[in-house]
């Protein structure tokens, strides 16, 4: 499978996201819409989206009880979600009442997708809060965790995309973020790659919102990321 790109409308307002899928439409099929956007204006931009026939990737992190999260997949489905997130620490019930809330309500058009390790996260972090090993090791083993559970794939870093095709077949989806064209300004992103290491890594789809959605030109952003994934080898 091709690699796809991503962009997230991670936008203040309504107006400034509307316009980045305006000046990138006749590129790009699949936007992001996370906390941002969702909360601040997401009615409108799904519409938006919708109408321009584009794909949704509703990036809500979903963690909860179980049925708190299926009702949460539900609604998700329901907005014409193509992608959604679920976070894969919520454990085995929280993911298998996921997938079967997906099971009764998307028809096979909704795909789950499981957050193992934030790419702003070190380990040292991860020590932090009580988890123990490095960022690869358990990333692989939530990945498995997930794929048991029925979920569709995972939301891992660039480095870790290896670790999770060894472990899950071929069919099971790898989403990456931190994605960065070289030279680009990493901000709070901790491990990132450009995008044709994502490609050759196995990545399925990035997403990319700051070198596109800060830049003078998001068509040409975006145009050259195509272009540096169509080449990638």
Not at 27 to 46: H, Q
Not at 70 to 78: C, E, K, L, P
Not at 93 to 100: F, H, P, R
Not at 129 to 138: C, W
């Amino acid at each position: 499978m091709k690699t796809e790109l991503i962009v997230a409308l991670d936008e203040a307002d309504a107006a400034a996201a509307i316009d980045i899928v305006r000046r990138t439409s006749d590129l790009v099929r699949w936007y992001k819409v996370g906390y941002e956007a969702y909360y601040g204006y997401g009615d409108r931009i799904i519409k938006v989206l919708q109408e321009a026939g584009k794909s949704l990737f509703l990036d809500l992190k979903l963690h909860d009880i179980p049925t708190t999260v299926a009702a949460g997949v539900r609604a998700a489905s329901r907005a014409g979600a193509r992608l959604v997130t679920v976070h894969a620490a919520g454990g085995a019930s929280m993911l298998s009442a996921a997938a079967s809330a997906r099971d009764e309500s998307s028809a096979g058009t909704l795909r789950l997708l499981a957050v193992t390790v934030l790419t702003s996260m070190t380990a040292a972090e991860l020590r932090e809060t009580g988890v123990e090993g490095a960022p690869e090791e358990i990333v692989a083993s939530r990945a498995r965790l997930a794929a048991r559970c029925g979920i569709d794939g995972v939301v891992c870093a660039v480095a870790e995309a290896g670790a999770v095709r060894a472990t899950t077949s071929k069919e099971f989806t790898i989403l990456c973020p931190g994605i960065r064209p070289q030279g680009a300004d990493a901000a709070d992103q901790r491990r990132v790659a450009t995008p044709s290491a994502a490609a050759r890594a196995g990545a399925d789809f990035i997403v990319v919102g700051r070198p596109i959605t800060r830049a003078a030109d998001p068509s040409v952003a975006a145009a050259a990321i195509l272009e540096e994934l169509s080449v990638a080898v």
